[in-house]
T-cell receptor, first 115, second 109 residues
Framework: EPEVTQTPSHQVTQMGQEVILRCVPI?????FYWYRQILGQKVEFLVS????????KSEIFDDQFSVERPDGSNFTLKIRSTKLEDSAMYFC?????????????FGSGTQLSVL | GQQVMQIPQYQHVQEGEDFTTYCNSS?????IQWYKQRPGGHPVFLIQ?????EVKKQKRLTFQFGEAKKNSSLHITATQTTDVGTYFC?????????FGKGTRLSVIA
């Protein structure tokens, strides 16, 4: 089965540094998402992306966050100046459609540790 | 904003016992989805429910969507050790897909 791939699997950074998390969604999917999960807690929505623009974003997704689809395959999440509370597992997901046949495929995640 | 609440937070069962997790939304949902996350893994889609009162089965798993489209449940019959993991419901109203906090299932052999 096709899968969403994420790199790196682990990222350690110093507070205030910029990080870029990378994702390759499933090739024919049209909708892309970033979620995050603090250890043992729920999966929190960050942003959704469709047709080369953000379609929805949460309160967590403030000016420090940005997303980009720089080419036909990659989907990135940038955090400009990381904070300690940004430490979490970041999941990328993609889906072919929304609504009645929505089905999100998640990547294996990037564990971000901000020191 | 829309909230999705899920209970219980944890459930420990003996292998062979049944298990149920419940999900409630603060608003009416257009659809609800269920995901399973194995320890150390990522959420994996199980099913989507769309219609009021809908019931779907996948082998030992039974999913229900309430008549008012504000609640849902997942029932596992005769649990097995392979059922271990966290089960999340995720609801969509006029919002992005919002996940519940999940129910972590432990199965004791």
């Amino acid at each position: 089965e096709p899968e969403v791939t994420q790199t790196p699997s682990h990222q350690v950074t110093q507070m205030g540094q910029e990080v870029i998390l990378r994702c390759v969604p499933i090739s024919n999917h049209l909708y892309f998402y970033w979620y995050r999960q603090i250890l043992g807690q729920k999966v929190e929505f960050l942003v959704s992306f469709y047709n080369n623009e953000i379609s929805e974003k949460s309160e967590i997704f403030d000016d420090q966050f940005s997303v980009e689809r720089p080419d036909g395959s990659n989907f990135t999440l940038k955090i400009r100046s990381t904070k300690l509370e940004d430490s979490a597992m970041y999941f990328c997901a993609s889906s072919l459609s929304t609504g009645l046949n929505e089905k999100l495929f998640f990547g294996s995640g990037t564990q971000l540790s901000v020191l | 904003g829309q909230q999705v609440m899920q209970i219980p937070q944890y459930q420990h069962v003996q292998e062979g016992e049944d298990f149920t997790t419940y999900c409630n939304s603060s608003t009416t949902l257009s659809n609800i989805q269920w995901y399973k996350q194995r320890p150390g893994g990522h959420p994996v889609f199980l099913i989507q429910l769309v219609k009021s009162g809908e019931v779907k089965k996948q082998k030992r798993l039974t999913f229900q969507f309430g008549e008012a489209k504000k609640n849902s449940s997942l029932h596992i019959t005769a649990t097995q050790t392979t059922d271990v993991g966290t089960y999340f419901c995720a609801g969509r109203g006029n919002t992005p897909l919002v996940f519940g906090k999940g129910t972590r299932l432990s199965v004791i052999a």
